[in-house]
């Protein structure tokens, strides 16, 4: 079975320039999360959508940061203007959220790098 | 504010011994407690959980202890193989939160030849 798969993996772009980030969830899975990894901060939850919609979004850091499901199989997650201290590690992970304590499921992440 | 705490950055443990990766939590609203295992380059994998009914859950080489009253958990790995290197993420869930889990910062687990 196909994963979590995200687009691009890595990502090297000049400071101001838009970044999008993309995600397609395991089929069948309704909730899908966007992860930030950095040495600091460790693994902090952006935003969560449960069947399309956006549940919560206290983690996004600004309003550069935007994020859309606009269907059950893709999501992005945008950055504009992008900034050096946006480099990190961004994971998305999928799971079914019918019964509770379902284990999430990461795709391999895209690593962005601002210069 | 770190509800989920991880404070060993790093440990090496020889081949063949035991692994002791050590989580604290501090919002006693969590009842459910995951452990993932990251590799370079690739997302972290769930490992085995706990929910707060229990105080242990065992699969295969791998359990979780819980102890509510200490808010601590602790992930044993018996015996350790060189697979086992990773980075270890301990999370955890409340009941009134479904689907969003907070993670630690992880421990880096090196094991020795």
């Known amino acids: 079975d196909a994963g979590v798969i995200q687009s691009p993996r890595h990502e090297v772009t000049e400071m101001g320039q838009e970044v999008t980030l993309r995600c397609k969830p395991i089929?069948?899975?309704?909730?899908l999360f966007w992860y930030r990894q950095t040495m600091m901060r460790g693994l902090e939850l952006l935003i969560y959508?449960?069947?399309?919609?956006?549940?919560?979004d206290s983690g996004m850091p600004e309003d550069r940061f935007s994020a859309k499901m606009p269907n059950a199989s893709f999501s992005t997650l945008k950055i504009q203007p992008s900034e050096p201290r946006d480099s990190a590690v961004y994971f998305c992970?999928?799971?079914?959220?019918?019964?509770?304590?379902?284990?999430?499921?990461f795709g391999d992440g895209t690593r962005l790098s601002i210069l | 504010d770190q509800q989920v705490k991880q404070n060993s950055p790093s440990l090496s443990v020889q081949e063949g011994r035991i692994s002791i990766l050590n989580c604290d939590y501090t919002?006693?609203?969590?009842?459910?407690f995951l452990w993932y295992k990251k590799y370079p380059a690739e997302g972290p994998t769930f490992l085995i959980s706990?929910?707060?009914?229990?105080d242990k859950n065992e699969d295969g080489r791998f359990t979780v202890f819980l102890n509510k009253s200490a808010k601590h958990l602790s992930l044993h790995i018996v015996p350790s193989q060189p697979g086992d290197s990773a980075v270890y993420f301990c999370?955890?869930?409340?009941?009134?939160?479904?689907?969003?889990?907070?993670f630690g910062k992880g421990t880096r687990l090196h094991i020795l030849p």
């Open positions: 706990i929910s707060s009914i229990k």
């Open positions: 089929s069948g899975h309704n909730s």
């Open positions: 992970a999928s799971s079914f959220s019918g019964t509770r304590n379902q284990p999430q499921h």
């Open positions: 959508f449960n069947n399309n919609v956006p549940i919560d």
């Open positions: 919002n006693s609203m969590f009842d459910y």
């Open positions: 999370a955890a869930s409340a009941m009134n939160r479904d689907d969003k889990i907070i």
